[in-house]
């Protein structure tokens, strides 16, 4: 786990991203300020009760464009927001905690569940954990560095 972030750590408004706490290494993800929330694509969304705690059962698909490498995931649900997506349809998403390393850098971050099939990026990542470090220069990608080449390759036209 890399040092804590302070104000000047810049990125750009696509980076690599890993979600260690659920096995994703890399995953490329959109920073986007107008978005309170993050958000990470999730399929087969099922909701259950274990021991009177309220857990969330998903897939993760972490490559654009490919259902390669899917991870199953469960987690207990922190939290329902209500979402207006960018055209403005409104839906219940279940949140979940997970730990987002971002330029060397592990944050915890609150993550919206919702199918991103249609979207150009399986993560967004919000402003919500952008404050805990980050400004974002709209100009520039990939500041934290790529992906190893073999993901990179996995990733390529999938």
């Given at each position: ?34 978005a309170r929330t993050s958000a990470l694509h999730a399929f087969d969304v ?51 905690l997970l730990d987002l390393v971002l330029m060397d850098h592990t944050m ?51």
């Amino acid at each position: 786990m890399g040092e804590p972030p302070h104000s000047s750590t810049i990125a750009g408004w696509r980076e690599w991203v890993a979600l260690p706490g659920i096995g994703v290494p890399w995953m490329k993800a959109k920073l986007d300020t107008g978005a309170r929330t993050s958000a990470l694509h999730a399929f087969d969304v099922e909701e259950f009760t274990r021991d009177g705690e309220e857990q969330v059962r998903f897939g993760v698909h972490p490559w654009q464009e490919s259902d390669s490498d899917a991870v199953i995931v469960e987690l207990p649900v922190h939290d329902r927001r209500s979402v207006r997506s960018s055209s403005g349809h409104v839906d219940e998403r279940v949140v979940v905690l997970l730990d987002l390393v971002l330029m060397d850098h592990t944050m915890r971050a609150e993550v919206t569940l919702t199918n991103r099939d249609q979207m150009g990026f399986r993560m967004l990542v919000g402003r919500e954990a952008l404050r805990q470090g980050f400004l974002v220069d709209s100009d520039a990608s990939f500041l934290g560095g790529r992906a190893p080449r073999a993901a990179r390759r996995r990733n390529r036209g999938r």
